[in-house]
């Protein structure tokens, strides 16, 4: 029981608790911590209820990039910005849905035409794709061409003034990490220059 214990959030300091897509805590009380299938708090939902109306999910954020595995940290902030924090013209994630997807269905309706669905998703996962991508950009910093390697990758060192977003200061929140997924990307591009070089018969025969 301890050993489970010390790896549920609730119980453990340790142990960073788990967001889901939207930013929100996946979270139970004590009492019922120990239930592996309790699911998030939930209130009435108008964006929720619009998206199963219409038969859709956010995409799923991603938990590797450039094939490194994103740490808890870096994974529960990514979600914490583009959910909860950044905002694009004043509103954050799920009040742009709201706002986009209200004017849409009011248009629809007054020109009598069918509310297209597949146009709906894809205006959805455009938004989200925009909050995602302002994310990485406070996270990681700016993607540019490596200025000393031509077709190489870099993470820009200065922070992006960001004050239009909902974030007052300028940061790069993660820059360490920002380093390995340049590598990674770069590692893709020019396998060789990565790989251990191949011994010579020479030094095979000292």
């Given at each position: 029981?301890?050993?489970?214990r ?30 592996p299938?309790a ?24 938990r ?10 870096v994974?529960?902030?990514?979600k ?8 694009i ?44 991508k ?17 077709g ?23 820059p ?30 000292k």
């Amino acid at each position: 029981m301890r050993r489970w214990r010390s790896r549920i959030p609730i119980y453990s300091r340790d142990v960073l608790p788990k967001l889901n897509d939207w930013g929100d805590e996946i979270g139970t009380n004590q009492a019922t911590a120990w239930q592996p299938l309790a699911m998030t708090y939930g209130e009435t939902d108008e964006v929720l209820e619009f998206l199963d109306a219409i038969q859709h999910n956010m995409p799923q954020a991603p938990r590797a990039l450039e094939g490194i595995r994103l740490p808890p940290e870096v994974e529960n902030r990514f979600k914490e910005l583009y959910g909860k924090v950044i905002t694009i013209d004043g509103m954050d994630l799920k009040e742009n849905i709201k706002v986009t997807m209200s004017e849409m269905m009011d248009d629809f309706e007054m020109s009598g035409e069918e509310f297209p669905i597949g146009q709906a998703r894809a205006i959805v996962n455009n938004i989200v794709g925009q909050y995602r991508k302002l994310a990485m950009l406070r996270m990681f910093g700016a993607l540019e061409e490596d200025p000393l390697v031509e077709g190489a990758y870099e993470y820009s060192l200065v922070p992006e003034d960001m004050s239009d977003y909902g974030l007052d200061d300028s940061e790069i929140e993660f820059p360490a990490f920002a380093e390995k997924l340049a590598a990674a990307k770069n590692k893709k591009k020019f396998p060789r220059l990565s790989a251990a070089p191949e011994a010579s018969l020479q030094s095979l025969v000292k």
